[in-house]
């Protein structure tokens, strides 16, 4: 019983959160509180050299916004990139050291420090740790005051579709629909959790059961993937893909799908009618982090407003920092895949912090539908 209760506690929070990150959509500010960031500016480190360290998603940070760090700071950023949370964990977990920062979403950053694979870090003392939207701050289930984690990107995950180059998918309104479509030329993201999570709510599950451990509700989401055969299954390069004609209906994420219209303007981000992810990421400090001062200074200077703007603009995300706003692209504070509409806001909520029962089933869903593919 205590740990349902633990679940349920952990959902409404997520929830919480989910209402938190809509209402500070593009840029704008909360008065739902204000940051209590002690002032740290004497021991935080005011200079840098050498190299950090960077472990983060494909193609999710600007190259001149690293070089522009680099001039100001003397600090090198050597990139390396993964796919998936799951593909993080693995790499830390494996007993990789190397690396000064890293960027998982939400429910990892929660397994993270449940692990003891994190730093205790601070974030939110860091000078601009004041810039922090203040109900990114406290009202976030993972790191409720940022103790662990810095706000990076967030955004949602639906349906990209190219309306021009295949009429039929302006049809897909559904979960459902999208893996019972059977149309070419169609993308799946290699995510396990949104995968499972998108088939468990296109078979009838509920938001709030999300991390159900009913292996019927597991059965009946495997059963339905079962015939969902795509051409690709990748999380990398589906904006290069949808822009050269080769995908034309993906799993996509809000913010690849802003540049994709960019590019393509026929392509429409479409939100499931059970219901989509709200996800959050996070610049975190792993443990055995061999430039913990670079990494602080690396995490600061994103978090300032201009630079978080530009990030932006790149990636084609909202942030967590306040008065970025200012910095971002009309196109972007416009776009309805971006900014959730009005009559969409009821079926976002945020990518479950379930247990590890429910992780294994989610584990087991995905790999055998992995496998079923070829």
């Known amino acids: 019983m205590g740990n349902i209760k633990r679940r349920r506690a952990s959902y409404a929070a997520a929830i919480a959160a989910a209402t938190a990150l809509l209402l500070t959509a593009c840029g704008g500010s909360s008065t739902s509180g204000t940051p209590t960031a002690a002032d740290t500016s004497a021991a935080f480190p005011t200079s840098g050299s050498g190299e950090v360290h960077l472990y983060n998603w494909t193609d999710y940070i600007d190259p001149e916004q690293l070089t522009a760090f680099t001039a100001e700071t003397g600090i090198k950023v050597i990139l390396d990139t993964f796919d998936s949370n799951e593909t993080l964990l693995a790499k830390l977990q494996s007993g990789a050291t190397g690396y000064d920062v890293v960027v998982p979403s939400d429910y990892m950053v929660a397994q993270m420090i449940e692990l003891n694979l994190l730093q205790k870090v601070e974030p939110a003392t860091f000078p601009n740790g004041k810039n922090i939207k203040p109900n990114l701050l406290n009202d976030i289930y993972w790191d409720a005051g940022r103790h662990y984690s810095a706000p990076w990107m967030y955004g949602t995950t639906g349906i990209a579709c190219n309306t ?131 990494a602080k200074i690396f995490i600061n200077w994103m978090m300032d407003p201009a630079h978080a703007g530009a990030e932006s603009n790149f990636s084609g995300y909202d942030n967590g920092i306040t008065g970025s706003d200012a910095f971002m692209s009309d196109s972007l504070k416009s776009d309805p895949a971006v900014v959730v509409p009005a009559d969409k806001t009821a079926l976002i909520s945020a990518v479950p912090p379930c247990g590890q029962d429910a992780r294994d089933l989610y584990t087991q869903v995905f790999t055998t539908w992995l496998g079923e593919q070829n």
């Not at 993201?189 to 597991?218: F, I, M, N, W």
């Not at 495997?222 to 690709?232: H, I, R, T, W």
């Not at 994420?253 to 219901?275: C, F, L, Q």
């Open 164 to 294: 021009t180059a295949e009429p039929k998918c302006a049809n897909i309104k559904s979960w459902h629909d999208y893996f019972t479509a059977g149309l070419p030329k169609m993308d799946s993201l290699k995510d396990q959790v949104e995968v499972v999570s998108a088939a468990l709510r296109a078979t009838g599950v509920a938001p709030a059961d999300l991390c159900t451990t009913d292996k019927s509700k597991y059965a009946a989401a495997a059963d339905l993937l079962k015939g969902f055969k795509p051409a690709v299954i990748d999380s990398d390069s589906g904006i290069e893909r949808v822009i050269a004609g080769t995908s034309n209906v993906r799993h996509a994420w809000n913010g690849s799908t802003h540049r994709m219209k960019d590019k393509v303007p026929g392509v429409e981000y479409i939100y499931p009618s059970e219901g989509l992810n709200l996800w959050a990421d996070n610049l975190v400090v792993p443990v055995g982090a061999p430039n913990l001062d670079n």
